[in-house]
């Protein structure tokens, strides 16, 4: 037996190491038969490995053997180091060993070279193999820096990480887009979002929190851009107003652009990321009205922007902007309420879909309790909310973005499906 776990990563080898005898693993990537000569490619996360065998020299065993593992088998491979310019890192492996650990069926659902191209359904049937694609295993690696680009920016600033539950007894909004579940001998819901929660921890004293967790969404629509299972981050921020967390959203989202544009892998995504300029442009939402109007798109007064509003007001403006100064009445009861039937809520916008929603939140018992009555709901389901904005509740404010669509938007993927692991939509439960 190969002692695998002493191996050395592809990149860890490089010419320098000569005449060396090196132990790898990984998958058999590719095989190429040039008759006299025979190259397998092994893959690791690292990269990639040149084996190459020449038939008069190899032991005749060990030479067939090679040819006939099939692609993608995980295999352990002991031999020379030699340098070799026109191999992946300026190096070759003269192999003496290989053991099979795991050989693969010979037909195999994706072709994870990408020379062959596949159908994002069939890449997601079989996510593990895509994952071993170049492309795909980059969009993951970008996603967990971008995550951890989070939580350091936000540890920097004093924010405490938290977790808020996932089965309620109540809905955030009181819309109907939620999963009932059973619970025990009752009716629960998977929560659509930690907002209620997060408020309630406003009158902790904790000042400044956040939660990077799933949301759950019973929306039927099949888009590109909703999941029903997605990833937000979301902040609360004791004693400041909607401006102050709309600065700290650029700042965050320019920072996280930032240190992707850093990420060698990028190349592997054609994207071409550039990193926005803070602070972003605002307009309120009479301007964009009044954008949409200049090119014959008339909107009432009071009405959301439907998706064509927000693609035909992206390519007018044509960088990440915000929309200010929404009417109360198209935002969510816990917006404060402002002049002229307007609140002080905010949406962040990317030219091609909405990546944040936020606002100053109302921290007046008598108001919320008044406002959510006036959105048709029942104050008697709100009560354990209602509750916290009793004993002292400083003003606060916060926002929630989708960690999804971000990425999708950066990376320039058009599908939010491509960014998460395993999708969940209309007619996906499985794998
Ligand atoms: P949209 O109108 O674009 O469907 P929304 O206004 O319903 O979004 P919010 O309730 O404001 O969404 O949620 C805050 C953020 O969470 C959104 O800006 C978005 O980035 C993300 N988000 C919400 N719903 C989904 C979803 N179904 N799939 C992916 N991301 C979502
Ligand atoms: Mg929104």
Same mark, same amino acid.
């Given at each position: /037996?190969?002692?695998?776990?002493?191996?050395?990563?592809?990149?860890?080898?490089?010419?320098?190491?000569?005449?060396?005898?090196?132990?790898?693993?990984?998958?058999?990537? %590719?095989?190429?038969?040039?008759?006299?000569?025979?190259?397998?490619?092994?893959?690791?996360?690292?990269?990639?490995? =040149?084996?190459?065998?020449?038939?008069?020299?190899?032991?005749?065993?060990?030479?067939?053997?090679?040819?006939?593992?099939?692609?993608?088998?995980?295999?352990? &491979? =002991?031999?020379?180091?030699?340098? *070799? $310019?026109?191999?992946?890192?300026?190096?070759?492996?003269?192999?003496?060993?290989?053991?099979?650990?795991? #050989?693969?069926?010979?037909?195999l659902p994706l072709d994870t070279?990408?020379?062959?191209g596949a159908e994002l359904d069939t890449r997601l049937d079989a996510r593990f193999m895509d994952l071993r694609t170049?492309r795909t295993k980059?969009i993951f690696?970008?996603r967990?820096?971008?995550?951890?680009?989070?939580?350091?920016?936000?540890?920097?600033?004093?924010?405490? *990480?938290?977790?808020?539950?996932k089965i309620?007894?109540?809905?955030?909004?009181?819309?109907t887009a939620l999963f009932p579940i059973?619970?025990?001998?009752?009716?629960?819901f998977l929560n659509q979002s930690?907002?209620?929660?997060?408020? /309630?921890? /406003?009158?902790?004293?904790?000042?400044? +929190?956040?939660?990077?967790a799933p949301i759950f969404r019973a929306e039927e629509h099949d888009t590109t851009k909703h999941l029903n299972e997605a990833t937000s981050?979301?902040?609360?921020?004791?004693?400041?107003?909607?401006?102050?967390? /709309?600065?700290?959203?650029?700042?965050?989202?320019?920072?996280?652009?930032?240190?992707?544009?850093?990420?060698?892998?990028?190349?592997?995504?054609?994207?071409?990321? %550039?990193?926005?300029?803070?602070?972003?442009?605002? &307009?309120?939402?009479?301007?964009?009205? #009044?954008?949409?109007?200049?090119?014959? #798109?008339? &909107?009432?007064?009071?009405?959301?922007?439907?998706t064509?509003?927000?693609?035909?007001?992206?390519?007018?403006?044509?960088?990440?902007?915000?929309?200010?100064?929404?009417?109360?009445?198209?935002?969510?009861?816990?917006? $404060?309420?402002?002049?002229?039937?307007?609140?002080?809520?905010?949406?962040?916008?990317?030219?091609r879909v909405?990546?944040?929603?936020?606002? =100053?939140? +109302?921290?007046?018992?008598?108001?919320?309790? =008044?406002?959510?009555?006036?959105?048709?709901?029942?104050?008697?389901?709100?009560?354990?909310?209602?509750?916290?904005?009793?004993?002292?509740?400083?003003?606060?404010?916060?926002?929630?973005?989708g960690a999804e669509r971000l990425l999708m938007c950066?990376l320039?993927i058009g599908n939010i499906r491509e960014v998460v692991l395993f999708p969940r939509d209309r007619r996906r439960l499985v794998p």
């Amino acid at each position: /037996m190969l002692d695998i776990q002493d191996r050395k990563y592809a990149n860890e080898i490089t010419a320098a190491n000569e005449g060396e005898r090196v132990s790898i693993a990984g998958w058999v990537h %590719e095989k190429r038969d040039l008759g006299g000569v025979f190259f397998l490619v092994v893959r690791d996360i690292s990269g990639f490995a =040149q084996v190459t065998l020449i038939r008069k020299k190899t032991e005749k065993e060990l030479f067939e053997r090679v040819k006939r593992v099939p692609r993608e088998s995980v295999v352990a &491979i =002991q031999g020379r180091v030699k340098s *070799e $310019q026109k191999a992946p890192n300026g190096y070759e492996i003269v192999p003496e060993r290989m053991e099979v650990l795991s #050989e693969a069926s010979q037909v195999l659902p994706l072709d994870t070279t990408g020379k062959v191209g596949a159908e994002l359904d069939t890449r997601l049937d079989a996510r593990f193999m895509d994952l071993r694609t170049e492309r795909t295993k980059h969009i993951f690696i970008i996603r967990s820096h971008v995550l951890k680009a989070i939580r350091d920016f936000l540890d920097e600033r004093g924010f405490i *990480e938290l977790n808020t539950p996932k089965i309620v007894s109540a809905a955030t909004e009181g819309g109907t887009a939620l999963f009932p579940i059973s619970y025990f001998e009752r009716e629960a819901f998977l929560n659509q979002s930690p907002q209620l929660y997060k408020q /309630m921890l /406003m009158a902790s004293g904790f000042d400044r +929190v956040y939660e990077i967790a799933p949301i759950f969404r019973a929306e039927e629509h099949d888009t590109t851009k909703h999941l029903n299972e997605a990833t937000s981050i979301d902040i609360e921020v004791a004693f400041v107003d909607h401006e102050y967390v /709309m600065t700290l959203l650029e700042e965050l989202v320019a920072f996280v652009y930032s240190k992707v544009a850093d990420y060698p892998g990028l190349a592997k995504l054609n994207s071409n990321l %550039e990193v926005p300029k803070t602070p972003f442009r605002r &307009i309120t939402y009479d301007e964009a009205i #009044e954008l949409l109007s200049g090119v014959g #798109e008339e &909107i009432e007064w009071g009405e959301d922007f439907s998706t064509s509003a927000e693609h035909t007001l992206g390519k007018i403006i044509d960088e990440l902007y915000f929309i200010t100064d929404w009417p109360s009445a198209i935002k969510p009861f816990y917006a $404060q309420p402002a002049a002229g039937g307007t609140c002080n809520a905010f949406d962040l916008m990317h030219p091609r879909v909405e990546l944040s929603s936020g606002s =100053q939140r +109302v921290h007046s018992y008598e108001l919320l309790k =008044q406002q959510i009555e006036s959105k048709g709901l029942s104050a008697d389901n709100f009560e354990f909310y209602l509750d916290a904005f009793r004993y002292g509740m400083p003003p606060h404010a916060g926002w929630g973005l989708g960690a999804e669509r971000l990425l999708m938007c950066m990376l320039g993927i058009g599908n939010i499906r491509e960014v998460v692991l395993f999708p969940r939509d209309r007619r996906r439960l499985v794998p």
